[in-house]
């Protein structure tokens, strides 16, 4: 019979791979995929008098419409900071200004970016598998020291291997519709 130690060890592993999860989402959402988004600019850095502070936390930014973002700055002294700063990130994205919003209109991607960002998001949701897999490798090791301990029977053990199996591949499955959702973000024109 599993205890509170073994059912401890399977809310860890759903925590782990809820983090990856919540990871991917992240990395998913500053993908540039043809429509304005705000979460493009979620890793551009600003020179704020001195500190490199992320740009969300300088200012409001929306996406009034599908192809453009508008930063309305908190502080308007640090237009030219965040203007270089969006300069240098690798969006590719010109930003266009009139003294208190900066502008970013987003094209549509061509059709070989296009297939380059399906690659890229491919490689993301890979990526967080290889991790979730790992985790889920951790977890069977702890239950097989377990029984190598004599804590667990080969049984429990063989329950315990299925259950982490199913939790994995709930998260999987939920990988793969991110995924899927994704592609079909990317590849609509």
């Known amino acids: 019979m599993l205890n509170e130690y073994d059912k401890s060890l399977y809310d860890g592993l759903n925590?782990?791979?809820q983090k990856s999860l919540d990871h991917l989402n992240s990395e998913l959402g500053t993908v540039?995929?043809?429509r304005a988004n705000p979460r493009l600019l979620d890793k551009i850095m600003v020179n704020y008098y001195g500190t490199m502070t992320p740009l969300k936390q300088m200012a409001n930014i929306s996406a009034p419409d599908p192809r453009t973002i508008a930063i309305s700055l908190w502080d308007i002294s640090q237009l030219k900071e965040v203007l270089k700063a969006i300069q240098a990130s690798d969006l590719g994205l010109n930003p266009?200004?009139?003294g208190k919003v900066i502008r970013l209109f987003v094209p549509a991607p061509t059709e070989?970016?296009?297939i380059e960002l399906v690659k890229m998001v491919k490689k993301f949701c890979e990526d967080t598998k290889v991790t979730m897999r790992n985790a889920r490798r951790e977890c069977l090791d702890v239950f097989k020291k377990l029984k190598n301990d004599k804590k667990i029977t080969e049984d429990e053990l063989k329950q315990a291997e299925n259950e982490v199996q199913k939790i994995l591949n709930?998260?999987?499955d939920k990988a793969d519709q991110m995924l899927a959702q994704k592609e079909k973000e990317i590849t609509e024109v």
Request: proline fraction near 0%.
């Open 15 to 17: 925590a782990q791979l």
């Open 32 to 34: 540039r995929a043809g």
């Open 96 to 98: 266009s200004d009139d």
């Open 112 to 114: 070989e970016r296009r």
């Open 170 to 172: 709930n998260f999987t």
